[in-house]
Antibody
């Protein structure tokens, strides 16, 4: 079946970096864009941006440029989110999501990766 | 602040009908997608493309839209419908996704 499987929870110290993976299966990876969405503890969703799985071109939402990098390895149908210089306020669940189109939204989501930043 | 506005919390008696609303200018141009999220789980789509239900979503879930307001209606709410519900659409420029702040639904 169609699914996105993300890497496991991470505990990092401030200033460190983290790389979250999102492996797709059950469909042609390059047919759909991958979006990244953040959910801070007890909060709603914040769209971080997306990556075109054909052109590899990333687009970052306001507030998510610089320390945040989206990348791909299409040979293994995997998208990555790397966050550098981690701060306590980066503590959140990070989701990858497959985008269908503007009407159908993001139809398949990964299970989420909890990133905790604490000294 | 969110460009899509939702009531933070709504309650409904078991078996009754509840409407969850989402307001935003972008909804005049773009459909709302509705997600259900239960604690500790990722969200799932319950309504997309205005009023389409993915496979497996009960037909008690329906969507509608008028002007700048989109609505999710649950007709005959069940205990398992207790969850957070989020609306989502493109912003007015079409350049980015935006989410509503979410509505916590309590089924009493």
């Amino acid at each position: 079946q169609v699914q996105l499987v993300q890497s496991g929870s991470e505990l990092k110290k401030p200033g460190a970096a983290v790389k979250v993976s999102c492996k797709a299966s059950g469909y042609s990876f390059t047919t759909y864009a991958i979006n990244w969405v953040r959910q801070a503890p007890g909060q709603g969703f914040e769209w971080m941006g997306w990556i075109n799985t054909n052109t590899w071109n990333p687009t970052y939402a306001q507030g998510f440029s610089g320390r945040f990098v989206f990348s791909l390895d299409t040979s293994v149908s995997t998208a990555y989110l790397q966050i550098s210089s981690l701060k306590a306020e980066d503590t959140a669940v990070y989701y990858c999501a497959r985008e269908v189109d503007y009407s159908d939204g993001m139809d398949v989501w990964g299970q989420g990766t909890t990133v905790t930043v604490s000294s | 602040s969110s460009e899509l506005t939702q009531d933070p919390a709504v309650s409904v008696a078991l078996g009754q009908t509840v409407r969850i609303t989402c307001q935003g200018d972008s909804l005049r141009s773009y459909y709302a997608i509705w997600y259900q999220q239960k604690p500790g789980q990722p969200p799932i789509v319950v309504i997309h493309a205005k009023n389409n239900r993915p496979s497996g979503i009960p037909d008690r879930f329906s969507g509608s839209s008028s002007g700048s307001t989109a609505s999710l209606t649950i007709s005959g709410a069940q205990a398992e419908d207790e969850a957070d519900y989020y609306c989502n659409s493109r912003d007015s420029s079409g350049n980015r996704w935006v989410f509503g702040g979410g509505t916590k639904l309590a089924v009493l």
